[in-house]
């Protein structure tokens, strides 16, 4: 298999795991939208992307067998809002977390079935295991293939870059707890919503927990040498290793460092500026 990621291309990535990325590649996607088909004789569809007729009308005829199951790993976007109409072409049930309030959520999305943590989906031919990871977003889950054990991670974990984390929805605190607690299920790989698989889960987690924490330490250096500074004036210190276009967005997981400091004490917000606690 080759290893670029192209739309519209059916690949297998494990044995009864096949992918299908979205035609909606872009700075916050990547290459686009992974949606993955399950199964041989009855599919379940994880997170058919969004609503565009050529990516859904693809996933129907490249599954190959009824879709039986759509389930969404969260309500952003660009992951989600294909599900109604893929559920109204095939009659399939729909998995997954209802959308929180705030913006940038799906409001189409309305699951058949709520799954909370450790429920399964059991079919003929595998189990899939829901994991509830607050973090990126408050609905966020990810799945276990049991069999396999391939964790499909949604925007928890992605290929090519670190996720947005977007309060008040997006949480800094959560997303470490939920990477953290991931190190405790035994994966042997991680098929994540946007970029290739990963075959080294532990190193890929631990990895990001480390830049998370890291970029903390930036975030408490920064404060103690720019007191009484907006988030945006924290940007250009903080991320200075960031391409300053990328700006607006990075201020949003700094402001979810900084709320999660705040939280724990060690950061003070002042009508929008903000010290060390």
């Known amino acids: 298999m080759s290893s670029e990621l192209r739309a519209g291309i059916l690949q297998e990535v494990a044995t009864g795991v096949r992918r ?61 809002p294909a599900v109604s109409a893929l559920a109204a072409m095939t009659g399939a049930e729909v998995l997954g977390r209802p959308a929180p309030e705030g913006r940038h959520q799906d409001r189409t999305f309305h699951p058949d079935r709520i799954l909370d943590d450790a429920d399964v989906l059991k079919t003929a031919e595998f189990e899939l295991q829901a994991v509830h990871t607050p973090g990126h977003a408050s609905n966020h889950v990810c799945y276990l293939l049991r069999k396999h054990r391939c964790l499909f991670t949604g925007d928890h974990i992605i290929n090519g870059s670190t996720v947005v984390i977007d309060p008040p929805d997006g949480n800094m605190q959560q997303y470490i707890e939920s990477l953290r607690r991931l190190k405790d299920i035994d994966i042997a790989s991680i098929a994540p919503g946007h970029g290739e698989v990963f075959t080294n889960p532990y190193e890929v987690i631990d990895w990001i927990i480390d830049h998370r924490l890291e970029r903390e330490g930036k975030v408490i250096a920064a404060l103690r040498k720019n007191p009484a500074s907006t988030s945006m004036e924290l940007v250009a210190v903080v991320y200075k290793d960031v391409d300053r276009a990328l700006y607006p967005v990075a201020e949003r997981s700094l402001l979810a460092h900084l709320i999660k400091l705040k939280d724990e004490g060690r950061a003070v917000n002042d009508q929008g500026r903000w010290r060390q606690g």
Not at 50 to 76: F, Q, S, Y
Request: charged content about 15%; proline content about 11%; glycine content about 12%.
């Open 20 to 80: 299908l990325v979205a035609p909606n590649p872009g700075m916050m996607t990547g290459p686009g939208t992974n949606t993955y088909l399950l199964g041989r004789d009855a599919i379940a569809v994880i997170d058919p992307g969004p609503r565009i007729d050529a990516h859904i009308d693809a996933i129907a005829e490249g599954a190959g067998a009824p879709v039986r199951w759509i389930l969404a790993t969260h309500t952003h976007p660009d992951h989600s």
